[in-house]
């Protein structure tokens, strides 16, 4: 019999450790939804560099919901991970799932949105103000100053669609282009159809459209051949779709990020923090314009 507590007592002393030492190597990435190429691409990319670097990367898809998202992350820190990548639903609804992790002691680092409040150690993404000031620049060069254009933003409330507005605007607002009008269609490709036909139906006139993202600017490109008329058609993100529609000569351009890198740079971040290492507060990622 003592001998037999003996095996036992080894046994769960060796599980306990097991199960630490996988805590240990550990960390996580919840994506605001992975119904969406772009983001599916960044997972992709966390998800090589974790395995490259010897760490177990857990993801979760929030599903553009809120609520999805603060339920993810009270998983995971009743899972005891060393470390969560996120990328926001939404930049002040995320602040309460930060707060969470941060009361647990876990480092959260940020990927493409940025989050209005709680303590994130970096947020990784590109240059969103400055993608969409391309965006500008690209219409107002190939169809002319005073372009009469449309926008279709994304998700209200994110730290994306609000930036790459402002870029966007900086060229309206010099005088380069006549904005007609600027809805939101929520990053969506189906949404971005329907939002688009309304706007054609009250705007006629049109001459170029400035999209967001590739799904909504394939899905303002099926408005667009359905009216029959020549619009130019600038998309954002640079989606294997996006790009092969640029390719055909569908879409005029599309102002790319690079989101495997997004995803490899935050797993990459993330294991200098666990390190004990300094790291930027905000780490830029290329952007370029890809147009056929």
């Known amino acids: 019999m003592k001998k037999l507590a003996t095996l036992i007592s080894a046994a769960l002393l060796s599980a306990s450790f097991a199960s630490t030492a996988s805590a240990q190597d550990t960390m996580a990435m919840v994506v605001s939804t992975l119904n969406n190429p772009f983001f599916v691409t960044m997972k992709e990319g966390a998800e090589a560099k974790a395995k490259d670097l010897g760490y177990k990367l ?65 947020h990784i993404a590109s240059d969103n103000v400055a993608g969409g000031e391309m965006a500008g620049k690209y219409i107002m060069e190939k169809v002319g100053e005073k372009a009469r254009v449309i926008q279709l933003e994304g998700i209200a409330g994110t730290s994306a669609a609000r930036e790459r507005g402002e870029g966007f605007m900086k060229t309206v607002n010099s005088g380069g282009l006549e904005l007609l009008g600027s809805q939101p269609a929520d990053f969506d490709r189906t949404k971005g159809l329907n939002v688009m036909e ?21 899905g303002a490109l099926r408005a667009v051949q359905a009216s029959g008329k020549d619009v130019l058609i ?21 102002i790319a990020q690079q989101p495997d890198l997004i995803g490899a740079l935050g797993v990459e971040t993330a294991v200098k923090v666990l390190k004990g290492e300094t790291v930027e507060k905000y780490i830029p990622v290329d952007l370029k314009v890809i147009a056929k």
């Open 234 to 254: 600038v998309g954002f993100d640079g989606t294997e779709d996006g790009i092969a529609a640029v390719n055909r000569g569908l879409l005029g351009a599309t």
């Open 58 to 122: 857990i993801v979760l898809d929030s599903q553009n919901d809120p609520s999805k998202e603060l339920s993810n992350v009270e998983d995971l820190t009743v899972r005891g991970v060393k470390a969560i990548l996120i990328n926001p639903t939404d930049s002040d609804a995320v602040s309460n799932a930060i707060r969470m992790a941060n009361r647990s002691g876990i480092p959260v680092l940020t990927l493409d949105r940025g989050a209005s409040r709680g303590d994130v150690v970096s």
């Open 198 to 218: 309304n706007m054609i139906a009250a705007n006629p006139d049109v001459q170029a459209v400035f999209a967001q993202n590739d799904e909504m600017a394939l």
